[in-house]
């Protein structure tokens, strides 16, 4: 039988996942709220839509007779997407809402984690209350995260010794509006991410990836969605051990074990410690950047993965290509804080050489594509190497020009994959 995939969102990740199914003996449909012109082209049919409205996505889907879905972005599973899709008959890959809250409720995520004893997680407690959290961050003897219980795309977090002083964050609960808040010991060490297919109590997993959250060069300035994203050839990066990427897996494992039949893409941010692997967050999609990092190299059909987890069966043992990856976001000027819109996109696929191009938020009129106030698209090189992976990204990036584009080139060098390895050295005291 030919499967007919509806793909939901249409940002970069969703490019690479069009992608990874553009081989593969399906028919491809996406809906997104945006129109991305790399997946319109793989697509059978596009349709824009609000993708947070399931009875609007599956009747999509119905529309177009799917017999499989993926949902990449968190807002839609955060709105009950996948729970509209299976319920009306459409195996969706992407956890239902309650499981969901994985990502989407950081204090149901920690106390999820305490409960069912999860390795790696920090102190924490959780605030529904402003002078409660204050009191709390005066009285704690360290460093914290403040952050919201609720999605904010990344952004919403602030690191006490990091990003502010501790007067600075409560002047942030204050001014801020949010009703509950999580307040965590501050991690400190190398972040990495490590993300698994999951479904039918069954786990796969891909190659370590590094994000850089930091919008400018250095790890310096605000945080953004992720400016880019390198893998190595092998299953871990080259600032950890095959043991410490072990470590990671194990609480993945755990997860899955205590989420009651979990489907769809289990992330877990990890910190790399002095004293071992700790959770940064879960989420509950593959990560955008990281999905164009790992769908590349994976060498199993896809659709084979999907086809098993909608049909009970055991998922596919996955495959990589021996491939480092270097993953390179260009975001329009000013981006995130103070974006300029309106440039014109002079890279094409054709163009792009020998890297990967994924759109992700751009604007496609008549005479050519634009930036909006988003990461605009993604330039990803695959090669034996990280150095030589980084060359080919940069290659690309050249073509793409810098008129009203914001790129972190720093990502993927040799200078700074040093920093990382010496950075852990550091921490274990080596
Ligand atoms: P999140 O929204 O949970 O991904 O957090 C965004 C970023 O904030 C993470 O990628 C980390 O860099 C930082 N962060 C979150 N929690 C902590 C923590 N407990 N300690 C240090 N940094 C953190
Ligand atoms: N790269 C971070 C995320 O997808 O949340």
């Known amino acids: 039988m030919t499967e007919t995939v509806l793909l939901v969102g249409g940002g970069g990740r969703e490019h690479a996942i069009a992608r990874a199914l553009a081989e593969s003996e399906a028919s491809l449909y996406a809906c997104a709220g945006n129109r991305n012109p790399g997946i319109a082209a793989i697509a059978e049919g596009f349709e824009t839509l609000d993708t947070t409205n399931p009875t609007a996505v599956a009747s999509y889907a119905e529309r177009v007779d799917a017999t499989l879905a993926v949902v990449g972005p968190e807002g839609p599973l955060a709105a009950g997407v996948a729970d509209a899709l299976d319920d009306a008959g459409v195996y969706a890959f992407g956890p239902r809402e309650e499981q969901a809250r994985i990502e989407t409720d950081k204090a149901f995520q920690r106390r999820f984690m305490r409960e069912h004893d999860v390795p790696g997680c920090p102190d924490f407690e959780t605030f529904e209350d402003v002078d409660a959290a204050c009191e709390y961050i005066d009285e704690y003897d360290g460093d914290l995260a403040v952050k919201p219980a609720g999605l904010t795309g990344g952004k919403g977090v602030r690191v006490t010794g990091d990003q502010v002083t501790k007067e600075e964050a409560k002047a942030y609960l204050r001014e801020s509006d949010y009703d509950r808040v999580v307040l965590e010991e501050r991690l400190v060490g190398e972040e990495f991410t490590g993300q698994a297919f999951v479904a039918n109590g069954d786990l796969r997993v891909t190659p370590a990836v ?187 990036l050249s073509v793409a020009g810098e008129e009203g584009l914001d790129v972190r080139h720093d990502i993927g060098k040799p200078d700074l994959v040093q920093k990382r390895i010496d950075h852990v050295a550091d921490l274990r005291g080596e």
């Not at 999905?291 to 996955?318: H, I, K, Q, S, Y």
């Open 210 to 396: 590094q994000d850089h959250k930091r919008a400018y060069e250095g790890d310096e300035g605000p945080n953004t969605g992720g400016m880019g994203s390198y893998s190595d050839s092998g299953l871990a990066l080259p600032f950890m051990t095959e043991e410490d990427y072990r470590e990671a897996v194990d609480v993945l494992k755990a997860t899955v074990e205590a989420l009651d039949g979990y489907k769809g893409v289990l992330y877990g941010q990890f910190m790399l410690t002095a004293d071992g692997v700790k959770v940064v967050e879960f989420n509950a999609r593959f990560g955008d950047p990281e999905a164009m990092n790992t769908l590349p190299v994976l060498n199993t059909d896809f659709l084979d993965v999907l086809v098993a987890a909608r049909d009970g069966e055991d998922l596919p043992e996955l495959s990589f290509a021996p491939k480092a990856t270097v993953c390179k976001y260009a975001v329009p000027e000013g981006y995130p804080t103070d974006p300029e819109a309106g440039a014109k996109v002079e890279i094409t696929e054709e163009n792009a050489g020998d890297a990967l191009l994924f759109y992700a938020s751009v604007d496609e009129r008549d005479d050519g594509i634009y930036t909006t106030t988003s990461r605009a698209f993604a330039v990803v090189g695959i090669a034996d190497s990280i150095t030589e992976a980084e060359e080919i990204a940069e290659d690309a």
